[in-house]
C-alpha cells in the first residue's frame, strides 16, 4: 500500500533542484523528463504511484568498484581470521595466495579461485554473527587511494537521483550482482534503502538451533541465486514482482535489467554510468581507447546497443560536477 | 526508508476501534498490548519504525482454505483448457482422473499427484500470461459453499489488524507456502500488501525472446523454494532480511516462522488462528475433538506448544464477532 504522503501530485519541477551535482545535459534531461512524464497526471505515460519502481545496479553504478568490489576486499580480509581458526587453509590454495600479500600473485587469481575465497570467507556462521563482522569491518577498512571508508565512496550525483525518484513517488531498489547479505547491512545508513529492498546474489541460509535451543540461521556454503546478466530481470520478478520503470546500471551484466526494463510499455528510463574520468574517479571502458579492465566490464557492444535503443549513457567526466559529497 | 508520515508517534489508543470484529478478550488484549509496548517512545520495547515488520501466513490465516487451497481450485480448472492443447493429458494420471470430475477419486489424489498437477498448470507461459489467467479465474470462479469469489472470503478480523498494524508503522508482508506469483495478482488489491511485499513459493523464471525479439519471462517446472516450515524463516531472510515482529499463522507450516519471530529481542506477537466455528467457517484442528484434515494442519503438539510458549491462540468461534465483511 502506498502512504498518503506519495499519493500527491508532486511538484517535479520544483524539486529538480535536488539534482544540484548534475551538469546540465541530455542525461540530466532525461531524469527530469521521464519523472515529469510518468508523475503527472494529464501525462499519457502517468503511473500510478505504487507501480513507481526504480532499480539500481551497485559496483559501479551507485559507488567506486575500483580497484576490486568492496565485498571483495572483504572477503580478503577475512582469510587470516579465518586461517587461525582453520590451520589447513594456510597450506590450502587460493589462501595460500592470499595469506602471502603477493599482489602480483594475488592479481592472477581466477575467477574460480575468487568463488572459492567468497564461498569460503562468507559462510559457515550465523546470519547474525554475519551482519557483526560486516559492521566491524566497514567501521575500520579503508579504500587505498581515498582513504576512507567505502561507505563514503558513493556517488553523490546517484544518491541525488535516488532521492529525487523517491521525492516522486518511486520505490527505490539495489539490484547488485554481489550478495544481498552484505549490502543490506548497510543499504538503509547509506542509500536510504532497507533491507527488503535489496536484491543481489544469495548463498543459501539454513533453519537450524543453537546449543541454548535458539532458533538460528547458518549462512551455507552453496550459491542459491547469482543476481547477474538474466538472473538480474529473474531475481527482479522474485523478488520485486514488478517490472520496473526505470534502472541504472554500468556493465555488461546489467544488460538485461535494462533491456526488460525497456520492453515495458510506457515511459521508461534506461542509464548506464561510464566511467571516463581518470582524474577524480577511473577511467575504464569502450570509449576513447580507455582500457578495459577485469571488473564492471562496459563493453563496445553495450555501447552501441544503448546508443540504438535510447539507454542514456551517463559521462562521469561531463554529466557530473561532483562525484563524492567530501568534495 | 520510511516516509514521514509514519515516524510520527502513533495514538495506538484511538486507533483501536479499528479492531471492530474482535470481541474483548485476550487475543484482541494481546494485540493492544504489543503494539502500545513497540510504539511508545517511552517503552523499553520501542522499535523503530523502519524495523517494524509483521508477516502473515495466507490460507486459513487470511482466507478461507476450505474445501481446498484456492490455488489448488484454480489449478483443477486449468485442466481442461491444458488438456485441449495437449490432449495426451486425457490419457495420462492424474489428470484423467481431475478430468473425471469423479469427487471421490479425485479426493484420493497423493501429495505427487497435486505438485504434477499444480507444476503443470503453472508454468509453460510468460509471467505476463500467468498474470491475465490468473486475473480471469478470479473474476469468475466461486466458493462451493458461500457462492462468492474467493477474494471475498478473507477474514475481517485479520484485515482489521493488518490496517491497525500499517497504521502503527508496521510494515506487512504475506509469507505463504503457495505460490507468490498467484497471490501477487490480488494481494494489493484485497489485503492492501503490495506484491513486493508477498513471500511465497517460488517456481523459476527463465529470461528468454518472445518471436518478435521481445524479452519475456518463462515460467519453468522447476520449484526453486518450498516455502513451508524451516523455509518459511529461510524465505523471510531471503526476501525481507530482517525477523519480524509479528507473525501469523494457522498450522505446523507456520510454526518455525512463529518460532523465529519470537526468539527475538523485546515485544514480540506470536499468533495462531484456531477454526472452531463449524457453523460460521469450519471446525478442524486439535481441540474438543474436532477432526483434523489434509489441510492447514494444526495439531495438538503445535496447540501445547503455543500455549507452553505463550503464542496467542485466536479462537474464531469466542475472539471474532464478525467472519466476513459481506455478513
Tied chains: 1, 2.
Excluded at 147 to 154: G, M, V
Excluded at 212 to 232: A, Q, R, S
Aim: proline share 6%.
Amino acid at each position: 500500500m502506498v502512504p498518503t504522503l506519495l499519493t500527491t501530485d508532486s511538484p517535479a519541477q520544483a524539486q529538480a533542484s535536488q539534482l544540484a551535482s548534475w551538469s546540465d545535459g541530455s542525461a540530466k534531461q532525461a531524469i527530469l523528463d521521464f519523472v515529469r512524464s510518468t508523475t503527472d497526471r494529464a501525462s499519457p505515460n502517468f503511473v500510478p504511484p505504487g507501480e513507481r519502481i526504480a532499480t539500481f545496479d551497485q559496483d559501479g553504478t551507485l559507488w567506486v568498484e575500483h580497484p576490486m568490489y568492496s565485498q571483495m576486499m572483504y572477503c580478503f580480509d577475512r582469510v587470516p581470521a579465518l586461517a587461525a581458526q582453520k590451520p589447513a587453509l594456510k597450506r590450502t590454495e587460493p589462501f595460500k595466495t592470499v595469506l602471502s600479500g603477493n599482489r602480483a600473485a594475488i592479481a592472477k587469481l581466477t575467477v574460480l579461485d575468487l568463488e572459492k575465497i567468497i564461498i569460503t570467507t562468507l559462510t559457515g556462521m550465523t546470519t547474525d554473527e554475519f551482519d557483526v563482522e560486516v559492521k566491524k569491518w566497514l567501521a575500520t577498512a579503508k579504500d587505498p587511494r581515498w582513504k576512507r571508508s567505502y561507505t563514503e565512496l558513493t556517488y553523490q550525483p546517484m544518491q541525488e537521483v535516488m532521492s529525487y525518484l523517491r521525492a516522486n513517488g518511486y520505490k527505490t531498489f539495489i539490484v547488485t550482482g554481489f550478495g544481498q547479505d552484505f549490502v543490506r547491512v548497510y543499504s538503509e545508513q547509506i542509500y536510504g534503502i532497507p533491507p527488503e529492498q535489496v536484491v543481489g546474489s544469495v548463498l543459501a541460509t539454513k533453519y537450524d538451533y543453537a546449543k541454548d535451543g535458539k532458533p538460528i540461521l547458518i549462512k551455507e556454503p552453496e550459491l542459491m541465486f547469482n543476481d547477474n546478466n538474466t538472473l538480474k530481470p529473474e531475481g527482479i520478478h522474485l523478488m520485486i514482482g514488478r517490472r520496473p520503470y526505470a534502472a541504472f546500471g554500468n556493465s555488461t551484466g546489467d544488460r538485461q535489467m535494462l533491456e526488460y526494463t525497456g520492453a515495458g510499455k510506457g515511459a521508461r528510463l534506461m542509464m548506464l554510468v561510464l566511467h571516463d574520468d581518470a582524474q577524480r574517479e577511473y577511467a575504464y571502458g569502450p570509449v576513447q581507447g580507455l582500457p578495459d579492465t577485469k571488473v564492471g566490464t562496459f563493453t563496445q557492444a553495450l555501447y552501441d546497443e544503448a546508443k540504438k535503443k535510447g539507454w542514456t549513457v551517463i559521462s562521469m567526466k561531463n554529466d557530473w560536477k561532483r562525484i563524492f559529497a567530501f568534495e
